[in-house]
């Protein structure tokens, strides 16, 4: 059974530019979560996907957006990057929901210069 | 407004000693979770629960709905445990959209 992956690592962007990070559900999962996590803070929910539709969204604005694909794998992409969505960026996996244990990725690390 | 307080912000103990982190919710909920943070920022879930009281080996979790309040014990606490816990709290919207709300951690650092 292979747990959540994500890609990539570490990325460094510059202020204005877009990004897209990627995540791969561990197996037979049909929801995955986004989280940013700010160096010392808790993680905050981003969204939430449902076998390819958005099901439900914390604060963030419409320049984060997201995909999940028939496979599970799902996007990240945030554009016109600024300065403070420098963070760490998890994403999870469950089978139902969040009312079920999460499983997390290892996350990725993006800086924004 | 869904907000989690966590207590305390940081705790350091000696080895063996018996470990509480407290959770603090402001609304209703239908679920709270309990997760491990290590340094590097991988995260483990250790436990979800809606009510009473889970229990795996050395860590306890306990909940109390009336109260909105949970606690996370560790007995027999040694360095290994040393690392970020966090609380998260679900909460179900009017419309029934879910969305999990994190505490800002716990930073626990055991001593041998």
């Known amino acids: 059974e292979t747990g959540v992956t994500q890609s990539p690592t570490h990325l460094i962007k510059t202020r204005g530019q877009q990004v897209t990070l990627r995540c791969s559900s561990q197996s037979g999962h049909n929801t995955v979560s986004w989280y940013q996590q700010a160096l010392g803070q808790g993680p905050q929910f981003i969204f939430q996907y449902y076998r390819e539709e958005e099901n439900g969204r914390g604060n963030f604005p419409p320049r984060f957006s997201g995909l999940q694909f028939p496979n599970y794998s799902s996007e990240l992409n945030v554009n016109a990057l600024e300065l403070d969505d420098s963070a760490l960026y998890l994403c999870?996996?469950?089978?139902?929901?969040?009312?079920?244990?999460?499983?997390f990725g290892p996350g990725t690390r993006l800086t924004v210069l | 407004k869904n907000e989690v307080e966590q207590s305390p912000q940081n705790l350091t103990a000696q080895e063996g000693e018996f470990i509480t982190i407290n959770c603090s919710y402001s609304v209703g909920i239908s679920a709270l979770h309990w997760l491990q943070q290590h340094p590097g920022g991988g995260i483990v879930s250790l436990f979800m629960l809606s009510s009473g009281k889970k229990k795996h080996g050395r860590l306890i979790a306990t909940i109390n709905i009336q109260e909105k309040h949970s606690s996370l014990h560790i007995t027999a606490s040694h360095p290994r445990d040393s690392a970020v816990y966090i609380c998260a709290a679900l909460f179900i919207s009017n419309f029934g959209n879910e969305k999990l709300t994190f505490g800002t951690g716990t930073r626990l650092t055991i001593i041998p």
């Open positions: 999870a996996s469950s089978l139902r929901g969040f009312t079920d244990t999460q499983y």
